[in-house]
């Protein structure tokens, strides 16, 4: 198998990370937002499994990031469900009771 | 090194993690408890039990240094604290709260204390992101226990907001990691000078600074201490930002302070942080949302402490956060007494008047000891921050010091301000209808001990210290 | 005998904790348990007056004071400082020990003055109680850190006896009040904290004024003289002076940071004022003794001109503005704005004259402003009232009024024989005397005596002399001449006003030895 | 009985008389007298055993010695202002006897008599300020006796401040003594001081002589009642500048003592124009004594302190004389209704009702208009004849002082003749009402009268009536004055001229039945300029009064300051509050106006691309992408 250059890796990486940025700041709908963060999240866990060298550590950081990010989906759906009963709504530009003064 | 060798390190030491497992362990029955009863008394007192436990085994100490395969860092630091993090959660059972959902409160708020206690002691990068993570997610789970419309939104934007930042923190330590190849908060030291690495450590800082609640990453938190459960708010403002940061202080020390850069970057942070925070309470109507704008400001506070590289500071610290710890667990029991009778608004206050002088007096003391006005704890706080930044400073330092020191002072002068609306309201402004509502006497008793503890600690600042040595006796020295 | 100055200090407080389990109903018992305490308070320190010992050679500051005791309080392990030592340090010397016997006497005439308090007696009698302990407590501690707990520790008191027992305008007051005197006490805690670091007992740094003022600095730290340390490129020490300046001018006052002052006393009630103005602006003359003077010598022999302009400041810009007020009580308050300007002529003088004309003005300003400003209550209790315009020919309805009015109008006048004199001229006797102050400081505060003489005289032709006159009917019917327990009150402050007017050695033979010491301590840094 | 016993008595006596007035209770004022009388001869005693100063010293203040010290003049004055002290406190029993408070007066009177005794035995300057300050004190007590009528109370304020403007620059003057090194008691002085302490205390002694500018407060001072102005308006309080020269011009300055002659002759020309056409007869007198001080003062400045004395002693008799005369005028005229007593318009006539008042009052008015054979001409001519000899000694404009003086003695007996004239000769002009009018002179008025009116003449000081000196001189310790000069010589001559033509001149003018005296009834205020001028004396007194409202407006002007000032304070308040106000602008604006224009590029780029549009929801997570941004960029590249 070909040792593919990391740099490519890289360049993925950033890839997702300025897409989940893009969507994070551009979707009106939550769950669309959780996809961007998703995003950023594998852009990060994709580099930290790329420069895994030598040992284990920086993969099984992956591992574990991307469960954890599942975890974090499950949370933010739990508490999406109740937003959606009380605003009936996912959009996030309607969820704005708490007003800053 | 072979398997059966691994799991025999591991066993031996899994001694540094008791506390942590008393409490998952405590949590757990926890659960099975809530599947077989409802009584809240029962939930209250295996959660009460749980931390006792927890605190006892504290209290018998650790071996310091590297454990489990460097994974964990264990420092007298992160036990004092534990005691801190134990005795708000104890503490927080002194709030009221409904039989309803208790189960799970009390296991989230487990939870987010596990969180807390194993960020302090993270070595491996791996570690450090797990327990952050943890405190998080529970962190945004109760924020919901209000089971309120905007507890719901706070929470989600609480979630939101800090997804990204953990998200960039994780890309932080991609980036030390893949450029130094450094692992574990140990060996940070070691780290590249390259911009890539510095790029990454900031982004490591900058995710521990939004836990701290440190502007500018400070957004979540006034809608967040604002909609959360009033025992939730206490331990959200205590747990995961003292947490944030001991491990900061860790990295600062590991990082070595010949990198004044990322040390003057946090103490820029940290002074904007005590304009923003006193400037913006200024101008709040909502009680809790005022008292969460100081709590951004007293970030402010302890951040230099975390910083100087003294003992002086050090010890500090320590104090500084323990009498932080025990003034918003404090101030937030009295708000959620004030809110149960409906008041909520400072103008509110103007109905308490006249009404309840026990309790009127004790909350007064205890906005006196947010100030740091003699002769409450917090003032002795503020002394020892003021005390180490001068001592800091004429040790040859730089003048950002002084200037902290001086804006520090012109904050607590402002601070007053804010902090004052309440007695002001309470005591000096007649208002129409005066609230007639009884406070139950266990509420009075609660409200007098927590004002007059927190004189006891202006009068004998040293029980603290004693009470630190007390804790590290038992440490035992490798 | 031993623990004397904690029985003064400390009674009230006890008091006060005992007033705490008492019924609210019971109004009377809680004037009479304050009444009590202050006296005997009052009866200690007399004692105390009477046992010091007035013969005393003073060579260092630890060997100035009497009646020493000394505790451990706060001992505190603290990285690299070493200890936090903290010391329940008490002591008097010629300087405290005539504020301390004011203080307990101008208490017990705020009792008094107090009686016909009924709303929230509770409250109230218990918060003066903490405020006298403070007060003595500022005179007394040796302790920079209890020094400086007393001093903070007046503030909330005060504001909420301004706050809640005050007039109209009583938040605005109270708020202005804590705010002023709170930024001022936080400049001096920062430069208590910068001693703390640099002076040194034996090994360990100290909090003690004693070992402060005889100077024993650690070598090399950052306030030490020896050392020259710079802060932002100014000298340290004249850094912490400008600090300890601005603190305690605010609390003096001192013009330009005296504006809470007026606002403080219009809104307050008349015991209040009385202890305000007779009491806590002292404190902050005793912070100048003991603390810029006694404590930054070097940098007050420096400043003394500037000091002194400062005070020439406040005697004529309070007299100017005491001269053009209507309201009587507004008066009173921008006189003591005045008379408080010799003060600080006094000490810039750095003489023996002048120091101890310093002392005795405050003393006498201790003893004539309370007066003045029960006189002041005597009227808005039975008008609430007191612009001057709305009464007129007040002599024929109420002589004996008007003869206590005169007498201390002519004692804030600077009349000889009564004490106002007395301060005044030592002042000015030193202001003259010292060659390094110009000569212009001492004719202009002279200038300041020719203009309280008019606002004093005023005031006495428009209110007192004419035509009787009120403006409301239904006064009529109360204005009675002065009660049992107003004469009561006056008829000592008369008698000791004219006492130390005729006889001032009272008060300056037990203050001599250290007033010279001071001079010369001081005097040692002139330039 | 020892020295300092007598000295204490002399001083204490008035004070216990204070007390006993109101000890006592109803009869205490008139117990009052019986201690002044033994204050009185108490002086009188230690006049004849005192043979040298008798001094004490003692520490008032820390390294501050105070004294008293008992000299012959001293003593002479003691005895004087006993004297008259106890000769008022008689006549004040009947003047006063119908006054609800004269235990007030009374006590006012003992405290009065206490402080001028102590000024006068005080060695050192600041003692001597302290009973200065006292006198002031209990004239202005008393000025403003009658505080219910209009005037008192305010002639009284402004008598007092313009002595206290005057009191500071003594004051000043002393302790820059002080600041000399010199010492401040007056025993003690040797050298001649430096000008400025010279000059601040001259100023101080003018103030209380009622000297240019500070005269216009003895005409206010005529508000208190009329003993009050015979005893302390015109014999001792005023005099007490008189005596502070006396006892410190030979050390002042030269300078000081020219300024101090100038002084002199200029407020004894003003005061005598100003008196020449008042229609109040205690204006007259007061005016007069405003001239009669200057000469005193002018006495001074030529070195003859002990003329001046001497003046000063005679003046006390005749001028407290012609003030309690007027007073026995004024009671008798105050029974009428609705007309002013003191108006000279509505006298007349009056000799023949009040015989022995008239004689006295014509006694004294001989010797304050210096004829021959009175005590005033004796006096006055030393004081002419130093006056003489100083300008032959300096020559030139210094003639124009003795020349003055001899303007001022013609005006002087002109005015007097005036007074004398229109009070008592001629037809009554007080209305009708003459018979409800009770004109009694009682011992209580003939007692002092007479001795005061005995006291103005000639052989009481020396057998000869031409000479000017007299048996007191010897208390003074003379220096005889150099009579030889040919216009010294023939000065005396002049000076009695001018002064019977003065006389001769006003009564060719007023004498009864001439054009004025008829028409004087109804005598309007002057119109002329110059008349205006001098009938209100100079416009002194509205200019103290400008100075005042000056004084007030510039007062409402640091008021002015001093709201700023509190501006200022507010304003720092309020741009906290702005700042934080700011801040949620900031917040709301600024941040979301990045997240406006975002969306903005996100729309411009999304109508290219068919993107959707960005969210405002999510410009917190913005900001903080934002903020990462900025603050690495700062951090990495600055």
């Known amino acids: 198998m070909n040792e593919l250059d990391p740099i490519y890796h890289l360049y993925l990486a950033a890839v997702l990370f300025s897409a989940g940025v893009f969507v994070v700041m551009s979707k009106r709908n939550v769950v669309f937002v959780l996809v961007g963060i998703e995003l950023i999240l594998n852009g990060a866990n994709l580099l930290i499994a790329t420069f895994s060298r030598g040992n284990l550590n920086g993969q099984i950081f992956a591992i574990f990031s991307i469960v954890l990010t599942v975890c974090e989906v499950a949370v933010a759906l739990a508490i999406l469900l109740n937003i959606y009963k009380k605003y009936t709504t996912s959009n996030l530009d309607e969820v704005r009771e708490l007003r800053n003064e | 090194m072979n398997l059966q060798d691994q799991l025999l390190e591991i066993l031996a030491n899994l001694e540094s993690l ?163 190849d450094i692992f574990f908060i140990s060996e940070l030291n070691e780290i590249n000078k390259a911009l890539p690495a510095s790029v990454g450590l900031l982004l490591i800082v900058f995710g521990l600074l939004f836990k701290g609640s440190v502007v500018p990453f400070h957004i979540w938190v006034p809608a967040t201490y604002q909609s959360a459960p009033n025992d939730a708010t206490a331990i959200l403002s205590i ?93 937030f029991f009295f708000l959620d007494v004030y809110e149960r009778k409906g008041v909520v608004q400072v103008s509110d206050y103007g109905g308490q008047s006249g009404t309840d002088w026990v309790l009127n007096s004790a909350m007064t003391i205890i906005l006196i000891s947010l100030v740091g006005l003699p002769p409450a704890a917090g003032f002795t706080a503020k002394f020892l921050l003021f005390g180490s930044l001068w ?88 | 005998m031993e623990y004397i100055l904690s029985y003064i200090f400390l009674f009230p407080v006890l008091v006060a904790i005992a007033m705490l389990f008492i019924h609210s109903e019971a109004t009377s018992v809680f004037r009479r348990l304050a009444l009590s305490a202050t006296s005997v308070q009052l009866v200690l320190s007399i004692l105390l007056f009477i046992q010091f010992d007035r013969d005393t050679s003073i060579s260092t500051w630890s060997g100035a004071f009497q009646f020493v005791e000394k505790l451990d309080w706060i001992t505190m392990k603290l990285g690299s400082i070493g200890k936090l030592n903290i010391d329940y340090f008490l002591g008097v010397d010629g300087i405290s020990l005539p504020l301390v016997v004011l203080s307990c006497f101008v208490l017990t005439v705020g009792v008094i003055s107090s009686w016909n308090i009924k709303e929230k007696a509770k409250g109230y009698f218990i918060l003066y109680l903490i405020l006298s302990s403070s007060i003595i407590g500022c005179f007394i501690a040796l302790d920079f850190f209890l020094f400086y707990l007393c001093f903070e520790f007046m503030l909330l008191p005060m504001f909420f006896l301004i706050g809640i027992w005050g007039g109209k305008k009583r938040s605005y007051a109270s708020i202005k009040f804590f705010l002023y005197t709170l930024f001022g006490s936080l400049f001096i805690l920062i430069v208590m904290i910068g001693l703390y670091l640099s002076v040194v007992d034996g090994n360990a740094n100290t909090f003690s004024m004693v070992r402060m003022m005889d100077g024993f600095y650690d070598a090399g730290s950052i306030l030490d ?17 400008l600090f300890i300046l601005v603190g305690f001018g605010i609390k003096l006052p001192m013009v330009p940071f005296h504006t809470w002052l007026p606002d403080a006393h219009v809104e307050a009630p008349t015991p209040i004022s009385v202890v305000l103005a007779g009491l806590l602006l ?90 003045l400003f029960i006189l002041v209550g005597v009227i808005y209790d039975r008008t609430s009232n007191r612009e001057m315009e709305h009464f007129s020919g007040l002599a024929s309805k109420m002589p004996v009024y008007t003869f206590f009015t005169v007498v201390f109008f002519f004692a804030g006048l600077g009349l000889p024989g009564l004490s106002g004199f007395v301060g005044e001229l030592m002042v000015l006797i030193g202001a003259f005397k010292t060659s390094s102050l110009s000569i212009w400081i001492g004719i202009l505060a002279t200038l300041g005596i020719a203009i309280s003489a008019a606002y004093f005289l005023w005031t006495i032709q428009r209110m007192f002399f004419g035509k009787y006159f009120v403006r409301e009917r239904s006064w009529e019917e109360y204005m009675n001449d002065l009660s049992a327990r107003e004469k009561l009150m006056l008829i000592p402050l008369t008698v000791l006003v004219l006492l130390l007017g005729i006889y001032p050695r009272v008060v300056l033979d037990c203050s001599n030895d250290t007033i010279n010491f001071f001079v010369q301590h001081v005097g040692n840094f002139n330039p | 009985m020892s020295m300092e016993a007598l000295i204490s008595l002399i001083v204490l006596l008035p004070l216990l008389g204070l007390g006993s007035t109101y000890a006592l209770n109803h009869s205490g004022w008139r117990v009052s007298a019986a201690f002044i009388a033994g204050s009185f001869f108490c002086s009188v005693y230690l006049l004849f055993q005192l043979d040298s100063p008798y001094m004490v010293r003692w520490e008032w203040l820390p390294n501050l010695q105070v004294g008293i010290s008992a000299d012959k003049p001293a003593a002479i004055l003691l005895a004087l202002v006993g004297l008259l002290s106890l000769l008022v406190h008689l006549f004040s029993m009947e003047y006063m006897k119908d006054d609800t408070a004269k235990q007030r007066y009374f006590a006012k009177l003992a405290f009065f008599t206490f402080s001028m005794m102590g000024l006068l035995v005080s060695d050192s300057l600041i003692l001597l300020f302290v009973f200065w300050e006292l006198v002031g004190f209990s004239s202005y007590l008393l000025i403003g006796f009658w505080f219910k009528k209009d005037s008192a109370p305010g002639s009284a304020r402004m008598a007092f401040m313009v002595n206290k403007v005057a009191d500071v620059a003594l004051l000043a003057g002393i302790l820059m003594l002080l600041r000399e090194g010199d010492s401040t008691f007056v025993s003690e002085l040797g050298e001649t001081l430096f000008f400025l302490p010279s000059l601040l205390i001259a100023i101080g002694a003018f103030g209380k002589s009622a000297q240019l500018p500070f005269s216009g407060w003895i005409v206010k001072a005529m508000a208190g009642p009329t003993p009050i102005s015979a005893l302390i308006h015109a014999a001792t309080m005023v005099a007490a500048g008189v005596y502070l020269l006396f006892r ?159 303007v001022t003695i013609l005006i002087t007996a002109f005015y007097v003749g005036r007074l004398v004239i229109l009070v008592f000769l001629g037809e009554s002009r007080y209305g009708t009402s003459v ?191 934002i903020a990462f941004v900025l603050i690495l960029s700062w951090i990495l590249f600055f």
């Open chain 4, 435 to 625: 018979d409800a009018i009770k004109f009694d002179e009682n011992a209580y008025f003939k007692i002092p009268l007479t001795v005061l009116a005995i006291g103005s003449i000639w052989f009481v000081y020396n057998i000869n009536p031409l000479a000017h000196t007299s048996i007191l001189d010897s208390f003074f310790g003379l220096v005889s004055i150099d009579s030889d000069s040919f216009i010294a010589q023939s000065g005396v001559g002049i000076s009695i001229f001018l002064s019977i033509a003065g006389a001769v001149l006003a009564f060719s003018l007023f004498k009864p039945k001439s054009a004025f005296s008829l028409g004087y009834r109804d005598n309007v205020l002057p119109n002329s300029f110059g008349g205006r001028v001098i009938y209100n004396g100079f416009y002194l007194i509205n200019a103290y009064r400008l100075i005042g409202t000056t004084i007030h407006s510039t007062a409402q002007g640091v008021t002015w300051v001093e709201k700023r000032i509190d501006g200022l304070l507010h304003f720092l308040a309020m741009s906290v509050v702005v700042l934080a106000k700011v801040l949620a602008i900031v917040d709301r604006l600024i941040i979301d106006g990045i997240v406006n224009f975002l969306a903005w590029i996100a729309r411009v780029l999304g109508n290219v691309t068919s993107l959707v549009h960005a969210r405002e929801s999510q410009w917190q997570i913005i900001w903080l992408l």
């Open chain 3, 225 to 241: 003289p020896a050392s020259g340390e710079l802060i932002f490129g100014y000298s340290a020490r004249a850094a912490a002076f």
């Open chain 4, 248 to 406: 410190i011009g030979p050390f002042l300055d030269s300078q000081v003592l020219a300024i101090v002659t100038i002084t002199g002759i200029a407020t004894a020309m003003y005061g005598a124009l100003s008196a020449i056409t008042q229609n109040d007869i205690k204006k007259v007198l007061a005016y007069s004594t405003i001239s009669q001080l200057g000469y005193m003062v002018m006495g001074i400045g030529v070195s003859a302190g002990e003329a001046s004395i001497f003046h000063l002693w005679t003046h006390a008799f005749f001028k407290a004389g012609l003030f309690l005369g007027a007073g026995v005028v004024i009671h008798t005229l105050h029974q009428r209704e609705n007309s002013d007593p003191q108006d000279m318009r509505q006298m007349g006539g009056i000799r023949s009702k009040l015989p022995w008042t008239f004689v006295s009052f014509l006694v004294c008015s001989l010797a304050l208009a210096g004829i021959p054979f009175f005590s005033g001409f004796m006096s006055k001519e030393g004081i002419l004849l130093a006056a003489w000899t100083w300008a032959e000694q300096i020559g030139t404009w210094a003639y124009l002082v003795p020349d003055l003086a001899l």
């Open chain 3, 282 to 371: 002292k404190v902050g003359a005793y912070g100048f003794f003991r603390i810029a003077f006694g404590i930054f010598p070097d940098m007050a022999a420096k400043y003394a001109a500037w000091i002194a302009f400062l005070g020439v400041l406040s005697i004529i810009y309070g007299g100017m503005n005491a001269l053009a007020q209507n309201d009587l009580k507004r008066m009173v308050a921008y006189s003591s704005v005045s008379h408080m300007g010799f003060v600080f002529v006094g000490l810039a003088a750095v003489t023996t004259e002048g120091a101890g004309g310093a002392l005795f003005q405050m003393i006498s300003h201790g003893l004539i402003s309370p007066a």
């Open chain 2, 391 to 478: 001592e800091f400073y004429s040790n040859g330092a730089d003048a950002i010091y002084i200037t902290y020191l001086i804006v520090a002072l012109f904050a607590t002068v402002i601070s007053l301000f804010f902090y004052l609306r309440i007695p002001y309201q309470m005591f000096l402004v007649k208002a129409e209808t005066l609230d007639t509502q009884n406070t139950p006497v266990s509420t009075k008793i609660i409200a007098t001990l927590f004002s007059i503890v927190l004189l006891l600690l202006f009068f004998a600042p040293q029980i603290l210290t004693v009470m630190q040595q007390l804790l590290n006796s038992h440490i035992a020295y490798e």
């Open chain 2, 239 to 331: 747990v995961p930002k003292l947490a944030a940061f001991v491990l900061l202080q860790r990295i600062f020390q590991s990082v070595g302070f010949d990198e004044s850069w990322i040390s003057t970057a946090c103490l820029m942070l940290g002074m904007l942080t005590i304009v923003f925070g006193t400037l913006s309470a200024l101008r709040q109507s909502n009680a809790r949302r005022m008292i969460s704008f100081g709590a951004i400001a007293h970030s402010g506070f302890l951040l230099p402490l975390v910083i100087m590289e003294s003992s002086t500071s050090n010890e500090a610290f320590w104090w500084y956060a323990a009498a932080y710890a025990l003034m918003n667990v404090a101030i």
């Open chain 2, 18 to 180: 008791k506390v942590e497992f008393t409490l998952i362990i405590g949590a757990i029955s926890l659960l099975i408890a809530g599947l077989i009863t409802k009584s809240g008394q029962l939930l209250k007192s295996i959660y009460a039990l749980t931390i006792v436990f927890a605190f006892y085994h504290n209290w018998q100490g650790f071996s310091l240094g590297l454990a489990l395969s460097n994974s964990l860092f264990i420092a007298s630091t992160a036990q004092n604290f534990t005691a801190i993090f134990l005795g708000a959660g104890l503490l927080i059972l002194l709030y009221h709260r409904e039989e309803e959902h208790a189960t799970e409160f009390y296991f989230f708020i487990l939870s987010i204390l596990v969180g807390g206690i194993m960020l302090m002691k993270a070595n491996s990068f791996l570690v450090a992101y797990l327990s952050i993570e943890l405190t998080s997610f529970t962190a945004y789970i109760i924020t919901n226990f209000s089971f309120k419309k905007v507890g719901f939104e706070a929470g989600i934007k609480y979630l939101l907001f800090g997804a990204v930042s953990t998200a960039i923190m994780l890309f932080g330590f991609g980036l030390v990691y893949g450029v130094s």
